[in-house]
């Protein structure tokens, strides 16, 4: 680079504008939608404001009630319902695919027989189109006069699409996991089972709590896998499920209530993954376990 060019210093800045406007660009229609959610009762979906009132809130924390201010074709499904649904369904999804996927990482540390096959298989859930694996099971349970239930079906098909992202992040950390420590805890007597507790689950905590937040939130935002396989009912439906039925409707500001209400939510999540990811971290870095292999012996004297 050119000494005129370091002495502008112009990357910093371009680098600053591009983060400011990729933050402005998701989250300037958070703040939109947040606004929108204050309409008056005869406000609509746009600006300008018609009145500001918490109406729409209302309507959204007491569903499928009827007022003078209802309108024809108004849609009045339960959206904390479905909601509550579907952060259950996250919360299921994201332990037993970390479980399985923590598992499988496992068994991938030493190679063995059809290793890369089974791996390729294990990402068929990140390749097949999301609508197509909806369609084919729901024809596949509807031959076997199965009902699809979102505590069943929709529960498979969503472990099925987080394994391989999973699988991924465990893969990277036990390729930066130093085998001489699970080595180190054996040699001062630890039997496989302590080692692995004491050893090697911590070092990896990082990414356990990142398997979870990836199957928490692609499970929590699945729409085109859970078309099908949820239910017919609305009592039965997710969040991405029912809003988009809703939206087929009419769009009222009870959504931007809820979008402002769920967004709040994910910051949240957020915050609790980095808080417990911090946590993590400093744990790891102040444990004996990760001092180098040759000074062990003498911290341990």
Known sequence: MPNWLKKLDITGGVFRVYIGFVLLMLYFPFLIMAVLSF??????????LNGVSTWWWWKLFHPGQLTEFSDVGEFLGNYLGALGRSLILAIVVAIISTVLSLM????????????????????????????????????????????PNWKTSALGVHV??????????????????????EDAALVFGANPLQAYWYVTLPVMQPFI????LFGFTLSLDEFQRSLLLTG??????????????SVTTRITPTLYALGTLTTLL????????????????????????????????????
Do not use: C
């Open 39 to 48: 309409q008056g009762p005869r406000g609509g979906h746009t600006f300008p």
């Open 104 to 147: 499988a990482a496992h068994a991938f540390r030493k190679p063995f027989r059809g290793s890369s096959a089974v791996f390729y298989f294990w990402l068929l859930g990140i390749i097949v189109p999301g609508i197509t694996v909806s369609l084919g099971l729901f024809l596949v349970l509807n031959l076997l006069g199965i009902v």
């Open 160 to 181: 099925m699409w987080t394994l391989p992202f999973g699988l991924i992040i465990f893969l990277m950390g036990f390729n930066r996991f130093d085998l001489d420590l």
């Open 209 to 212: 709590l990142s398997s979870l």
């Open 232 to 245: 017919t009912t609305l009592d039965t439906q997710t969040l991405p499920v029912m809003i988009m039925a």
């Open 266 to 301: 994910s910051f949240a999540v957020i915050a609790l993954y980095i808080f417990l990811l911090v946590r993590a971290e400093r744990r790891t870095r102040s444990t004996d376990l990760l001092a180098p292999v040759d000074e062990a012996p003498s911290s341990r004297a």
